[in-house]
């Protein structure tokens, strides 16, 4: 996976990260999540990023940390690699996925947005442009077409195929209709080879509570 100019080294990674906790909705290393921005405290979380390095954290909501705004200890950072406004006064981004984070410590809120002070160091792996070899790779797209079609997702298949497998295992992490605490264990997978086991397991059980219809594009 080739880097660009835009992509941060790990020295380069904020030291306090703006927080967007939404319930399935996951973010992964090289990964792509759109994003549309109406709350006005999300539109100055946006607006404050971009002038900031474009990085924001995707985390999801506990609900067992015992708190009304918990929130799971491991996420993911982004950037914003592409935004347009609307008439009617939203944001549509498009986050590509950085690197993962542990939540450290929580600040006070910035214009009504939630930010945290992130522990990088767990996942410095996620800056390493290396493909790995994936032996998952097969097993995995078996796995995922009997889930697909007993689902009744469509699923534009050479375009997967194509995908080298790091990107294909996070796109499809992100991606497919898994439950908050299934998407969770992916992001908490340290690597892709267990990401990619992880994957094939929840397809081979179809421990997402499968939705009929949609798809994957």
Not at 80 to 88: K, L, M, P
Request: charged letters at 25%; aromatic letters at 6%.
């Amino acid at each position: 996976m080739a880097g660009n100019h835009f992509s941060p080294v790990f020295s380069e990674l904020p030291a306090t990260l703006a927080i967007f906790p939404l319930p399935g909705a996951i973010l992964l290393p090289h990964g792509q999540l759109p994003l549309n921005i109406f709350e006005p405290r999300y539109l100055n979380m946006v607006l404050d990023a971009l002038g900031q390095g474009r990085m924001i954290g995707m985390i999801q909501p506990d609900p067992a940390a015992g708190a009304d705004e918990g929130i799971h200890r491991i996420g993911c950072a982004g950037r914003i690699t592409r935004f347009n406004e609307t008439e009617d006064g939203r944001l549509l981004i498009l986050l590509t996925g950085v690197c993962r984070f542990e939540v450290s410590e929580e600040l006070d809120l910035l214009r009504g947005y939630r930010r945290v002070v992130p522990d990088w160091r767990r996942f410095r792996a996620d800056l390493d442009e290396a493909e790995p070899p994936m032996a998952e790779i097969e097993p995995l797209m078996v796995a995922l077409t009997r889930y697909c079609e007993e689902s009744g997702l469509e699923v534009e298949w050479e375009k997967l195929r194509a995908m080298d497998p790091v990107r294909l295992v996070n796109f499809l992490a992100i991606n497919l209709p898994f439950g908050v605490d299934e998407k969770q264990s992916l992001v908490e997978a340290v690597t892709p080879v267990e990401r990619a086991r992880l994957l094939t397991v929840l397809a081979e059980f179809g421990a997402a509570g499968r939705d009929n219809g949609g798809g994957l594009h």
